[in-house]
């Protein structure tokens, strides 16, 4: 029973997907609710407060758990019959006793249901009833009012604890401070909300035009009539005629062709073709019937359709598929709104850090209560008192600090064109040790140049034929089909599209005219028409109509197109692609037999390859070229030969590797081209050395009875190309022998190559190898955009920081799920990951890292100043009030202006040094060299200030209390006073006056600056001190302005700061104590604390051993006589494979 009541009460919305999330029923009771406002009431409101900063604790005072069918309440407060979380909609579905999300059309329909049953679009009543259930087609971000902004910024919890510190200051008169502070503070939350109501309004203008698109849409019984997009539900079918667009919900097309920029997602303004989803009568769901290569069907929200194309049935038309904050727009609108939380350690430690520093405070304030209960002091006093010295424990400014660094880290960053639109990220930089990159546009250069052609005939290569050449490419089916098998368009005049088959075209010196109609058997078609120009060679055609195309996919690895020569009946199909999988698709009589040594010939060398293919085609005389199915034409092709274009590398990538291989950072190259292609680049740019082995893992899925078995073939002297899988069947030649590659130090001297095919066998099947595999795995070739992902996500389980560097096109996902994505654009930003540099190289990459160490290196560095800046006045404060005194209000405003708050704004200042060092810094505060620093530290200020007010009550001229008088100078003695002379002092100049405030005030005061100092830590991740001109000044001016106040015999001086006058020996003992404070504090951070030798010596001696998974991996690898296995074959066991869970990665908040 029990078990039923929770799982009414209980549910889980998006499933497995990103956004994830709980969902409770809770049923308001009156008895409860009467309580609470009691609560409320008794507590002046403070409960209230605490309700607003935990609305969960709210729910769970006022309500009952119940069934969600019954509830009226859920955690956040929403109605339960049709609830809206982070903008999306779900309704209460009654037969299943769950919530199902609304918006969308059901990805279960099947190409042909989607034709027939929303073809002729829908009734006035069905579009009613999917308005008033999915609501309207908007992406609305409200801008948020300013007084709203204000009121959520102020209850922060932050700024509630500094209004009660604030008012106990002014309370006890300190005003100057406390005025600095809210003048501050005022600034501070002005700034803050100037900058939310600023990107509140730049996102509300971002997508307000999409909800003012005036569409035509087509109602059974009623035609077609325009509306306004908003008024757009799943379902509805609309006519795209030709114009420009912007369009305003994701849709599915049904009829015609488009070509779209798709800029606003990806980043990449390479127009993008899309065809309509084929009428098949299969069984299966539109995607899966469509693989991974469905997108080519669908038309995203805020993506712009620069041209429509009609087919002989009538203008281009598509199916709405999503709405609103569903569609593709949408959802980076809510990736905005609702960031994925950052799960760093930095962030966890800080709290536990504040946590601490408040414990210490109790203890203070107890400390306090017994003193002065103990000294029968009013009540009043007793509390002020207590309270002091507990926030005098706690610096309030520690959150705000965390932040100073990694500020000045993105103003650095913007310098050198380096955009981030989630600076907390940058810490995350700081701790980056593997960087995967993409090939094609980021290690190698943008522009592909054609270098020669390969052609095949009777099944044998032919001459190749070089460019750039004298004489012009004949004319022959490869002419052709490089003049055909494109996605180029005519956009004002440029031809556009993919840089690889704009290079093709441009070396058959055809042109391309402007799409037009052609007629084809079936009626008038859009075609794209090219013609041989005046220095292409002489061909028998007038031109080439393009009737059809089958647009390339990074998933298919292939693109095709129907074209027909101008003036013939014939229909012709070309098909380019990856070689291995263009020869898959031709007959095998036509492809040479020694296809893949000459495909090796050029991979090896670094070349980019693409195979051409050809097919005559016979169709039936009304047959519309537009219905044409895929996997119907695509087989049995004549292969025509290779494409061979050279793809240079970047000068400065070769560079860029080195550099992060000297900082011990591995560089993983992920790619959607050939293998060998990508392990020859991988070569040339140092990424793999050239005394290293390289071992291609080539996986199959199992066949029949046989399992899924895995090979390991060394890639040098093999006889048979271990780059490419062959054509149909694998050729295994292995040899029996088992060969061992001997390991020297590091398992860095070979590594692992392997295609997408293999990679996702290895997740299925051999799951338990695949951390062996990542731990030295260095080329992934022919993955996909969904493998690309993965491959990150099974980094990041290993416990590595994974960085990623694409050009943002087919890597968003990657990009998106590493810790630090960053998309080669020349926007300022772009939503398809968290850094976008207008560096068209990977130079950023270490950029980065280096700014992300300096910035994590100056937050540690300011949160550590600050918690000792606190103990050191924690530890003078309570050591005068053992005799009830207390230290001045301006002893205690240069200490807090003066030297904390300046040296606060400055620290960070510090720029990145200019080289990458081979460890990275320490990434939590809870570790033992910075706990020790500031437990170390701490003892040394209460020794030396314990040492200097305990020494002061021995010297000959001490009295407990004391007036101040004139020093003499020529003598340097003074006249002290005693209790009953010092007529003319006031109770409160009793509290401050002695000698002991006088001396302790400069032993805690330069204690600061000498901290501030050491702390401020130089190599190896941040330049020295004194090139941070502004703090360095600042120390000197701090450090001159404290010994003179210290120093100077001025009555002006002591009246003003509240000293008592002393003794110069005095003063030069004082001094004394600073020098060894200082000296013991540099040495103890610097010789030891900071000594990388020492502290691994000592973890040698203690046997300690990192906790990372990768590190766990490595270990148990160096102690295995039998990896890594070579020219061998294993195959998958029939039992489920053992998984590899990394617990800490799984549960993860």
């Known amino acids: 029973m029990e ?47 605490l309700f607003y900063w935990k609305p969960e604790w709210d729910v769970w005072a006022n309500c009952v758990p119940c069934s969600l069918e019954e509830a009226d309440v859920v955690l956040l407060r929403t109605t339960v019959r049709c609830i809206q979380v982070q903008k999306i909609r779900y309704i209460w579905d009654f037969s299943v006793k769950e919530f199902r999300k609304v918006g969308s059309l059901e990805d279960s329909n099947t190409c042909h249901s989607i034709h027939h049953k929303f073809g002729a679009g829908l009734t006035r009543e069905e579009r009613e009833i999917r308005q008033l259930v999915c609501g309207p087609n908007a992406i609305e971000v409200e801008i948020r009012p300013i007084w709203k902004l204000l009121f959520k910024e102020i209850l922060n919890p932050f700024y509630v604890f500094q209004a009660f510190t604030l ?67 799943p379902g509805d079918v609309f006519l795209l005629d030709g114009k420009k667009l912007s369009l305003p919900c994701d849709a599915v097309l049904i009829d015609g062709s488009c070509i779209v920029n798709e800029g606003m997602l990806t980043g990449e303004s390479i127009p993008v073709t899309k065809t309509l989803l084929p009428l098949t009568e299969s069984p299966e769901p539109w995607k899966t019937h469509s693989m991974e290569d469905y ?84 009540v009043a006093d007793v509390v002020a008192m207590a309270l002091l010295l507990l926030t005098a424990a706690v610096p309030p400014a520690i959150p705000a600090a965390l932040t100073t660094g990694t500020v000045y880290a993105q103003r650095r960053l913007k310098k050198k064109k380096i955009f981030c639109i989630t600076p907390q990220r940058i810490n995350i930089c700081g701790q980056i040790n593997l960087v995967c990159f993409d090939k094609t546009g980021t290690l190698t250069e943008d522009g592909l140049d054609l270098w020669g052609i390969l052609p095949s005939e009777g099944s044998r290569f032919q001459k190749i034929h070089k460019f750039p050449s004298s004489t012009p490419l004949p004319w022959g089916p490869v002419c052709a089909a490089m003049a055909s098998c494109h996605s180029l368009v005519v956009l004002d005049k440029k031809i556009q599209g993919d840089p690889l088959d704009l290079k093709m075209f441009e070396g058959t010196h055809w042109e391309i005219e402007e799409s037009t109609t052609a007629q084809d058997r079936a009626g008038a078609i859009d075609a794209c028409i090219v013609r041989p120009g005046p220095n292409a060679s002489s061909a028998p055609v007038e031109g080439i109509a393009i009737l059809h195309q089958f647009p390339f996919s990074s998933g298919l690895q292939r693109m095709s197109v129907v074209s027909q020569k101008i003036g013939e009946e014939q229909y012709d199909l070309y098909m380019k692609g990856a070689p ?44 519309d070229v537009g219905d044409l199915e895929r996997e119907e034409v695509e087989s049995g092709l004549e292969f025509l030969g290779l494409l061979v274009m050279e793809n240079r590398l970047k000068p400065e990538t070769k560079p860029v590797l080195q550099e ?277 530290n701490v003892c040394f200020t209460i020794a030396v200030q314990t040492c200097g007010f305990l020494l002061v009550k021995k010297q000959p001229w001490y009295v407990a209390l004391a007036s101040w008088r004139h020093c003499s100078l020529r003598n340097h003695t003074l006249t002290p006073t005693g209790p ?92 004394l104590m600073l020098l060894v404070t200082f000296c013991v504090s540099f040495f103890t951070e610097d010789v030891l604390l900071q000594n990388k030798h020492l502290w691994m010596l000592i973890k040698a001696c203690v046997g300690y051993q990192s906790k990372s998974q990768y590190r766990k991996w490595q270990r148990m690898l160096q102690r295995d006589p039998n990896w890594p296995p070579v020219n061998t074959k294993d195959f998958a066991a029939r039992s489920t494979a053992e998984v590899y869970v990394n617990p800490s990665y799984e549960h993860r908040d």
């Open 580 to 623: 291995e999988t263009v020869s898959s698709f031709c007959r095998q009589e036509t492809v040479p037999s020694d296809f893949l040594e000459e495909l090796k010939t050029y991979t090896s060398q670094g070349f980019r390859v693409i195979a051409l293919a050809h097919k005559v085609l016979s169709l039936p005389e009304d047959v």
């Open 660 to 936: 992060l291989a000297a900082a011990r950072i591995r560089s993983i190259m992920v790619t959607g081209d050939n293998l060998q292609t990508a392990v020859t680049v991988a070569r040339n740019a140092h990424m793999i050395h050239e005394a290293c082995k390289v071992i291609i893992v080539e996986a199959s899925e199992p066949e029949g009875s046989a399992p899924a078995s895995i090979a390991w073939q060394l890639a040098e002297g093999s006889k048979t190309s271990a780059a490419a899988p062959s054509v149909s069947t694998a050729k295994e030649v292995y040899a029996n022998a088992q060969e061992k590659i001997t390991l020297e130090g590091e398992s860095c001297h070979y590594h692992f190559a392997m295609n997408g095919k293999s990679y996702q066998v290895l997740v299925k099947h051999f799951y338990s190898l695949l951390p062996k595999i990542l731990l030295n795995a260095t080329v992934f070739a022919r993955m996909s955009p969904g493998q690309k992902s993965s491959l990150v996500e099974e980094l990041q389980k290993l416990d590595y920081y994974v960085g990623m560097c694409g050009d943002g096109a087919n890597d968003c996902g990657a990009l998106k799920m590493a810790h630090a994505g960053i998309s080669l654009s020349e926007q300022e930003a772009s939503v398809a990951s968290p850094f976008t540099s207008q560096i068209p190289n990977i130079q950023c990459v270490p950029e980065l890292i280096r700014e992300g160490r300096a910035a994590l290196v100056a937050s540690f560095a300011v949160v550590k100043y600050l918690t000792l800046y606190g103990l050191i006045q924690f530890v003078g404060t309570a050591l005068l009030f053992w005799q009830l005194q207390i230290f001045g209000n301006y002893q205690y405003l240069i200490q807090d202006v003066v030297i904390t708050l300046l040296v606060c704004l400055t620290m960070s200042l510090t720029e990145a040094y200019p080289k990458l060092a081979p460890y990275r810094p320490p990434g939590q505060l809870i570790s033992p060299p910075l706990l020790l620093s500031v437990v170390l």
């Open 3 to 49: 078990e039923k009541i929770w799982k009414d009460h209980y549910v889980l919305l998006n499933k497995d997907e990103e956004n994830e999330l709980e969902a409770f029923g809770y049923k308001t009771q009156g008895c409860r609710r009467a309580l609470s406002i009691a609560g409320y009431i008794l507590s002046c409101g403070v409960l209230l407060l």
């Open 980 to 1071: 009953g002379e010092n007529s003319t002092s006031s109770s409160a100049q009793s509290t401050v006056l002695s000698y002991e405030g006088t001396t302790l005030w400069p032993l805690s005061s330069i204690n600061c600056i000498i901290v501030a100092f050491v702390f401020s830590k130089g190599k190896p991740f941040r330049k020295p001190i004194y090139t941070n001109y502004v703090f360095s000044a600042i120390l000197t001016l701090q450090l001159a302005i404290c010994l003179f106040l210290f120093l100077a015999d001025m009555d002006a001086v002591y009246s003003g700061m509240q000293f008592l006058c002393t003794p110069v020996i005095w003063k030069v003992y004082v001094l």
């Open 167 to 233: 008012t106990l200051w002014l309370s006890q008169g300190y005003i100057e401070y406390s005025v600095a502070i809210i003048v501050l503070s005022v600034i501070s939350v002005g700034l803050t909300v100037y900058d939310l109501r600023q990107q509140s309004t730049k996102l509300h203008d971002l997508v307000e035009e999409h909800n003012k698109v005036q569409v035509t849409v087509c109602t059974k019984n009623e035609g077609f009539k325009e509306l306004e997009s908003r008024y757009l539900v």
């Open 295 to 378: 997108r080519r069907h669908v038309l995203f929200c805020g993506t712009e359709i620069i041209q429509a194309k009609s087919t002989g049935r009538g203008p281009a038309r598509a199916v709405v598929l999503q709405t609103g904050f569903n569609t593709a727009k949408g959802d980076l609108v809510r990736s905005i709104l609702y960031p994925r939380p950052l799960n760093f350690q930095l962030y966890r430690d800080a709290f536990k850090f504040i946590v601490g520093l408040s414990a210490i405070g109790v203890l203070g304030l107890i400390y306090t209560v017994c003193v002065f209960t103990y000294h029968n002091k009013p």
